[in-house]
């Protein structure tokens, strides 16, 4: 909290007064980072290689957001967000429908599919510890990461 404080210029107690504690300063700035993806990420079911490419430019664009939601997703006692969980729940209704009407494979239920394409899609950010060996300067090394994640997703989702 006083990295915090000196960093915004203010005393660390307007800072507990604003938001009560570290779990709600901590839910809030995840909560408004999120709420910008959503924005920014556009979602179709009938295209989920190119979400997942879009997904993958932003997760190595933006490696502290990363790491935030790592630690969200690490410390569940967190205060859920809203957001993320209507933001879920409306892509596994997409890609239902999408299924129903054989846009979509129906080898796996929508949400291990979008569980799937997400994990794909951030695999090789600093919050894993599976991909994050990457070389991020290496651009021929992104590229070729991410046409690959795009065509994983298309082999398990293309009806």
């Known amino acids: 909290m006083d990295r915090i404080a000196k960093a915004a210029g203010c005393n660390k107690n307007l800072i507990y007064v604003y938001f009560e504690n570290k ?4 839910a809030t700035v995840l909560q408004q980072n999120l709420l910008c993806v959503y924005a920014d990420l ?3 079911a009938d295209d989920l290689p190119g979400y997942a490419t879009r997904v993958f430019d932003f997760a190595i664009a ?10 969200s997703n690490l410390e569940r006692n967190t205060h859920t967000l809203a957001e993320r969980v209507v933001s879920h729940d409306d892509k596994v209704a ?9 846009q979509l494979a129906t ?44 065509d994983a997703v298309a082999l398990f989702s293309k009806p």
């Open 62 to 71: 933006y490696p502290d957001l990363m790491r935030l939601m790592a630690w």
């Open 94 to 102: 997409e890609m239902t429908k999408a299924q129903n009407a054989a």
């Open 23 to 26: 779990e709600t300063l901590f």
């Open 107 to 150: 080898t796996f239920p929508p949400s291990f599919l979008l569980t799937a394409v997400m994990t794909l899609a951030t695999a090789w950010t600093a919050a894993s510890p599976f991909g994050a060996s990457l070389d991020p300067d290496s651009v021929k090394g992104l590229a070729e990461l991410r046409q690959r994640v795009a």
């Open 42 to 44: 556009t979602f179709t």
